[in-house]
């Protein structure tokens, strides 16, 4: 048996029917004429809105159209209100119905007092109404919801305007995250590549870090092709409205474009006169593998294309040559250091894989035959490639194959020989009246001679370009006439050094100046 303030149920209810029993009782006896409840409805039973009962009068409220309503009535004993399960003894008040919206009391005229408007209005804020209300609220929660909705969506939006308009003060991404904002938090949209260059490798001239070149070269756009060769394809590209060099190697070339990569990066290579390295990288373009190689655009083109559609005078024939001679130096030598550079031999030097710049000196490039010296062990980095060099070009020890490959000496006084044969080629189109363009021992050799058309001329014969007689009577002319010869002297011991030609030329360059 359930128990409720130490009172039984059972308890309970024979008490509080007990107490109706009584105020029923009470209320025949002492009402002869019964109880007066406030009515507001039109039937003739309810005359001046008043009537008598021998029940309850009753109260009930409704909401029409968010209007809330009264109705005042009485009922017989035995009706409604009378129900065990909906009424109940409240301590001040005779009963309550608790059926919704019915308000049920016992004095005259307690339906509409203050007590019983009271109770109503609890009922409605309660929401104890008939079912319309509880329509009418859900009709209420979409529309909340959809503003709800709609104040969240205008909250992002004023985030992400607000977002975008920093992102264009910084300027563009590029493609990849974790690399771009490398690139673009250290530079911004307006540095240029030289700057960025001097920037991020903070002096070292190993190049930039992996992450930027592979961020650059995600945003290069190809515009025409300016070359092709055995390796494959040289393009004019545009990168952020700068023009920049790309070298696509095929995929069988894949061993010389790293090679390439891999000696531009060189701790300390970079060189005014050395062609300036930005990036490497390889790219899928559907249907294979491309391999970039990236570097400064020169609209000059090589030395070869150059000499070929221009006469030079001796100014700029000593310029150009100090520039080749200074940068063939910067390679041969080592800078010995924590972040030391190795000496450098190039083993394909020729008027092809030189450029000329906008002010007409040069820069040496194509460094993808090079190799390299390891001072600790005393040995050559040759590279892993079926490549060799230009046959035109080869000295004389490498067509017959006695120069020693373990030593790197050799390898920089073979490539003292090419210059020699350079010096010729530029020499040939200098002075009053030059010579028309033709590459070394034309007139010895087929247009793409072989290793023994070579081996013949330049080993068996001891030939060496000819020197026009005119050179004689230029003091220019003649001075580089006299360095060339030096530079491919048969016996490689002989040979200047890069360093002693570059000394050599810079006098000439003294001299010719305080002549004029």
């Known amino acids: 048996m359930v128990v409720f303030n130490n009172v039984t149920m059972d308890t309970f209810h024979r008490r509080k029917w007990l107490l109706l029993l009584i105020t029923i009782v009470w209320r025949k006896l002492d009402l002869v ?26 109260a009930s409220t409704t909401l029409e159209n968010g209007i809330q309503k009264y109705s005042y009535h009485y009922r017989v004993l035995a009706l409604r209100c ?28 307690c339906n509409s007092d203050e007590i019983s408007q009271e109770i109503l209005d609890t009922m409605v804020h309660t929401s104890i109404l008939e079912p319309g209300t509880s329509a009418t609220a859900w009709q209420v929660v979409p529309w909340l919801m959809g503003l709800m909705v709609l104040g969240v969506c205008a909250a992002i939006s004023f985030w992400w305007a607000k977002r975008s308009g920093k992102v264009k003060e910084r300027g563009s991404r590029p493609l990849y995250p974790a690399e771009e904002s490398l690139c673009e938090t250290r530079h911004p949209i307006t540095a240029t590549i030289r700057d960025m260059i ?34 494959g ?15 696509i190697f095929s995929s069988r070339e894949e061993c010389s474009w790293f090679r390439e990569a891999e000696i531009y990066q060189t701790v300390m290579l970079r060189h005014e006169n050395i062609l300036g390295f930005i990036a490497a990288d390889n790219k899928d373009n559907g249907t294979w593998t491309q391999l970039w190689l990236i570097t400064d655009y020169h609209e000059n083109g090589s030395l070869f ?26 390679l041969h030598m080592d800078i010995v250091g924590t972040k030391g550079k190795p000496a450098i031999a190039h083993r394909d030097l020729k008027s092809k894989n030189i450029l000329v710049k906008s002010n007409l000196t040069c820069v040496i490039g194509d ?26 070009y080869m000295a004389p020890e490498v067509l017959d194959e006695s120069m020693d490959s373990r030593q790197f000496d050799p390898y920089k006084r073979s490539d003292v020989y090419s210059f020699g044969l350079v010096l010729w080629e530029m ?14 021992y034309y007139d010895c050799v087929p247009p793409d001679p072989s290793l023994d058309d070579m081996r013949r001329v330049v080993c068996l014969e ?19 006439s006299k360095v060339m010869k030096e530079c491919w002297y048969q016996n490689p011991a002989a040979r200047l050094t890069a360093l002693r030609i570059k000394k050599t030329l810079a006098n000439i360059d003294t001299a010719d100046h305080i002549k004029l």
């Open 33 to 58: 004429n019964g109880l007066k409840c406030y009515c507001n409805s039109d039937s003739p039973s309810c005359p001046n809105s008043t009537c008598e009962t021998d029940g309850f009068c009753y």
């Open 82 to 109: 009378m129900n065990t399960s909906q009424a109940f003894y409240r301590e001040g008040y005779p009963i309550i119905c608790t059926q919704p919206r019915y308000y049920c009391c016992f004095k005259d005229y």
């Open 198 to 231: 001097e920037l991020t490798t903070s002096g070292s001239g190993s190049g930039l870090p992996l992450l930027v070149q592979r961020s650059i070269a995600r945003q290069i756009q190809l515009v025409d092709i300016i070359g092709k060769g055995r390796f």
């Open 233 to 247: 394809e040289v393009w004019r590209g545009r990168w952020r409205g700068e023009n920049v060099a790309v070298k």
């Open 305 to 330: 294309d150059f000499l070929t559609s221009r006469t030079i005078d001796s100014n700029t024939l000593i310029k150009m040559s100090l520039s080749i001679a200074t940068g063939l130096a910067h």
């Open 367 to 392: 460094l993808g035959l090079a190799v390299r010296h390891n001072v600790a062990s005393d040995s050559v980095d040759v590279p892993s490639t079926n490549r060799v060099g230009t046959k035109r």
């Open 427 to 440: 020499a040939r189109r200098c002075g009053v009246m030059p010579d028309e363009y033709q590459p070394p």
């Open 462 to 480: 001891k030939r060496r370009p000819n020197v026009p007689n005119r050179w004689h009577s230029d003091i220019v002319l003649s001075a580089i």
